[in-house]
């Protein structure tokens, strides 16, 4: 039996993780088919916890891809998932699939992101709502969030700010509390400090009537989700965003990235869209 000191090693982690998911000893020991004796046994360094275990505990307590190698290394375990460059030739498959993936949703938005709202990969639909701001939000690296909520990028454009920032802002304080991460914290610090008006300059009564305006479709509209509401050469767009992952990554790389979606949200966008495409 190895003793870990109280203060050090992979019983304090996996304490911290069961806590945070708000877990009894007793529940995660019987999600891991093991016993609350010998949870409590490893999460004081009286036990130490076989490789097999930790991932079994790890995937209980729904731990980030990137974290179950930092419990391994804590439990004297070699990391079990890589951390490929997407730039790597073994990622060509998924970078192909993925571009295609974007190109075939086009003209609606797409883009791909990292676990730090870095952009990866976007389409023309993207491009299009990006056209005209400053230089220096768009030089790489990208990041959508910064896009998004900077005075000078999309959020002067955007009809429902105040509520749009606070979606943003809230699941960004989730992705926090579930990874820990120090950059993901610094840059939720930033974009959350960035002025903004509750109510976007120039809007006016089209905006609030909630319509995309320009081809008289501007009555009120019974969204199915909060939309975001932007302006774009003259119209108001409305669409609502859907976010996908891949399932059972192996890779930290990959569980870190998120395809997301902007589904227009009312005819009158989806037909100014589609008259965009040649």
């Known amino acids: 039996m190895t003793t870990v000191a109280p203060d050090t090693g992979v019983g304090p982690l996996l304490r911290g993780w069961r806590e945070r998911r708000r877990l009894s000893q007793l529940e995660l020991a019987l999600r891991a088919g093991s016993s609350a004796r010998h949870i409590s046994f490893v999460e004081?360094?009286?036990?130490?916890?076989?490789?097999?275990?930790?991932?079994?505990?790890?995937?209980?307590?729904?731990?980030?891809?990137?974290?179950?190698?930092?419990?391994?290394?804590?439990?004297?375990?070699?990391?079990?998932?890589?951390?490929?460059?997407?730039?790597?030739?073994?990622?060509?498959?998924?970078?192909?699939?993925?571009?295609?993936?974007?190109?075939?949703?086009?003209?609606?938005?797409?883009?791909?992101?990292?676990?730090?709202?870095?952009?990866?990969?976007?389409?023309?639909?993207?491009?299009?709502?990006?056209?005209?701001?400053?230089?220096?939000?768009?030089?790489?690296?990208?990041?959508?969030?910064?896009?998004t909520l900077h005075p000078e990028g999309l959020a002067p454009s955007i009809r429902n700010l105040p509520e749009w920032r606070g979606h943003l802002l809230a699941q960004m304080e989730r992705q926090i509390a579930l990874l820990r991460s120090t950059e993901l914290r610094e840059l939720y610090d930033e974009v959350a400090a960035y002025p903004y008006a509750a109510t976007p300059a120039g809007a006016g009564p089209e905006a609030a009537a909630g319509g995309a305006g320009g081809n008289g479709d501007d009555a009120p509209y019974a969204y199915f989700a909060l939309p975001l509401r932007i302006e774009h050469d003259g119209r108001v767009l409305s669409f609502v965003s859907s976010i996908s992952t891949f399932n059972t990554p192996m890779d930290v790389t990959v569980a870190e990235l998120a395809i997301e979606t902007l589904l227009p949200a009312d005819p009158a966008t989806v037909k100014y869209l589609q008259s965009l495409t040649p």
């Not at 991932?55 to 890589?82: H, I, K, S, T």
């Not at 951390?83 to 970078?95: K, N």
């Open 44 to 147: 004081t360094g009286r036990s130490r916890p076989s490789e097999e275990m930790v991932l079994r505990l790890a995937e209980q307590l729904d731990v980030p891809v990137r974290d179950r190698n930092a419990l391994l290394l804590a439990a004297g375990y070699a990391p079990r998932f890589a951390r490929t460059p997407l730039d790597d030739p073994a990622m060509d498959a998924l970078r192909a699939g993925v571009e295609q993936l974007l190109r075939g949703y086009e003209p609606y938005p797409a883009l791909v992101v990292d676990g730090t709202y870095t952009v990866v990969a976007a389409n023309r639909g993207i491009a299009m709502l990006l056209d005209g701001l400053p230089e220096h939000l768009l030089t790489p690296p990208l990041n959508a969030m910064r896009i």
